[in-house]
């Protein structure tokens, strides 16, 4: 059994994302979708809103565990018997950073792999933040979320999100 984990933010999901998790999940047995939480960053949705939202927008995808993780990715990878890491490139701003916690998990494990795959270049401008920033100025993100969670983000801007 061949396992990947992709993990993320996903603050919210993005049509980006559901196409990376797609290809990725058609690549190996299992696909883990770890939802961090990052002492670092304060993000919009609470971890459980953004599992939830991940889940509706995976429902047809049956090789799937979402799951919400803490501490170090690698560790994680490790408990979870996972062979790789596969995470989405945008631009070679991406690359920089993605790089550097590259070599570090690896340096971390050395029998863990991390797999870019590369954006499809309609998303290819598209972040979460970006969807947060429409949505909190009534902008249009039709297109730009998978259609399972729009509304649900919708309504969490319309109560008050900034
Ligand atoms: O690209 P993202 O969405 O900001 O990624 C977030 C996440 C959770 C994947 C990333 O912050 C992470 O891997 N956090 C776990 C901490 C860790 O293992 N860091 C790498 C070694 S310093």
Sequence with gaps: MRTWICPGSFDPVTSGHLDIIKRAAGMC???????????????????????????KATED??????VIFSG???????????????????????????????LLNKRLDESI????????????FLS??????????????????PDEVLEDIKRKFGKGGK
């Design 29 to 55: 047995d299992k696909l883990i979708v770890a939802v961090g939480v990052n002492y670092k960053k304060k993000p919009f949705f609470s971890a459980e809103e953004r599992k939830s939202m991940l889940e």
């Design 61 to 66: 995808i049956s090789n799937l565990e979402i």
């Design 72 to 102: 170090l990715l690698i560790d994680y990878a490790r408990e979870k018997h996972a062979v790789a890491i596969v995470k989405g490139l945008r631009a070679v701003s991406d690359f920089e950073y993605e790089l550097q916690m590259a």
């Design 113 to 124: 792999e991390t797999i870019f795959l590369m954006t499809n270049i309609n998303y290819s």
């Design 128 to 145: 979460s933040r970006a969807v947060r920033e429409l949505a909190a100025n009534s902008g249009s993100i039709e297109g730009l979320v």
